[in-house]
């Protein structure tokens, strides 16, 4: 079974450049996750699909990131303008039910870097 | 929001000891998860409890949960460098959250000398 596919794995930007990260989760998983991850910290979710829906972005700074899931599939992440302190890795992951039964699965990330 | 600190930061251990990682809660938990993560990698899912009381293992690694406590610890026995990386918790944070938002900790990392 293949899992979560996430890319690129490494970007490197400008601040105030705008940058996508694409995420393609494990096939019939309904549930994705968009993950934040600043060195040294745990994950910090940002946004919860269930299929194509939004089921929480409460942690989305929607002033610049967004995100979309279209056809309930794969999913990106976009962030515009970029800030300094959105140097971070961004981690897609997926899980077949969603909720407290079942476990996330995580891609590798997306290591970003905004200069 | 459920605030989750795992102790140690870090630990460096001997290959062949044992070594335990701790992970409390600010609330009650509904749900606790533990991962791996090597640098540059994504989280692998090592155990998930559910209940008060309950215990896992999968080969050298044994996951408790305490309700009581809020707390759960994670115990490898016999350390071996294939061990080594960073173990994060993550918790449900509220029972009426039927989609299971996660809250993580900030990690420990575990580094296995021989």
């Known amino acids: 079974e293949a899992g979560v596919a996430q890319s690129p794995r490494y970007k490197i930007i400008e601040k105030r450049q705008s940058v996508a990260f694409w995420c393609n989760p494990i096939s019939g998983h309904a549930t994705l996750y968009w993950y934040q991850q600043i060195l040294g910290q745990g994950p910090k979710l940002l946004i919860q699909?269930?299929?194509?829906?939004?089921?929480?972005d409460s942690q989305l700074p929607k002033d610049r990131f967004s995100a979309e899931r279209l056809k309930g599939v794969d999913s990106t992440l976009k962030i515009q303008p970029a800030k300094l302190e959105d140097s971070a890795v961004y981690l897609c992951a997926s899980s077949p039910l969603g909720g407290k039964r079942s476990e996330q699965y995580f891609g590798p990330g997306t290591r970003l870097t905004v200069t | 929001s459920q605030e989750l600190e795992q102790s140690p930061q870090s630990l460096i251990v001997q290959e062949g000891k044992n070594l335990t990682i701790n992970c409390t809660s600010s609330?009650?938990?509904?749900?606790l998860y533990w991962y791996k993560q090597k640098y540059g990698e994504g989280l692998i899912f090592l155990m998930m409890?559910?209940?008060?009381?309950e215990e896992k293992s999968h080969e050298k690694i044994t996951a408790k949960l305490d309700e009581k406590k809020q707390q759960s610890s994670l115990h490898i026995t016999a350390s071996q460098p294939s061990h080594a990386g960073i173990y994060l918790c993550?918790?449900?944070?509220?029972?009426?959250?039927?989609?299971?938002?996660?809250?993580f900790g900030a990690g420990t990392q575990v580094v296995v000398t021989p």
């Open positions: 409890l559910q209940k008060g009381g």
């Open positions: 993550g918790a449900v944070s509220s029972q009426t959250d039927s989609w299971g938002k996660l809250q």
């Open positions: 609330k009650t938990l509904y749900g």
């Open positions: 699909f269930q299929n194509n829906g939004v089921v929480d």
